[in-house]
């Protein structure tokens, strides 16, 4: 198996589920790194609020960070599942 292979999530039903999970995990993180921005950009329009529209860029940008360690997780998430399932496989198919 190679990593970050699109095929990857093809190899087996845990696969696809698990593809399914992350790219939920993905979304939200996306979501979540969007809506702070733009509320950090607007509260940047008040003085008072400027404070806390810093946190929002800063937490904002942790959720961007999110998803390249989400990416690096699937990755060794099917590597970890895909031995397994190839050494049934084989077990299998021998006599």
Do not use: Q
């Amino acid at each position: 198996m190679v990593l970050f292979d699109p095929a990857n999530r093809e190899k087996s039903d845990r696969h696809a589920a698990l593809y399914a999970a992350y790219e939920i995990a993905f979304t939200v993180a996306d979501f979540s790194a969007a809506t702070l921005f733009v509320v950090g950009s607007v509260m940047f329009f008040w003085p008072s609020y400027e404070t806390a529209a810093i946190w929002c860029f800063v937490i904002g940008s942790l959720f961007f960070l999110m998803k390249p360690a989400l990416r690096l997780a699937r990755e060794l998430h099917y590597l970890s599942i895909g031995d397994v399932e190839d050494i049934a496989r084989k077990l299998r198919d021998e006599p």
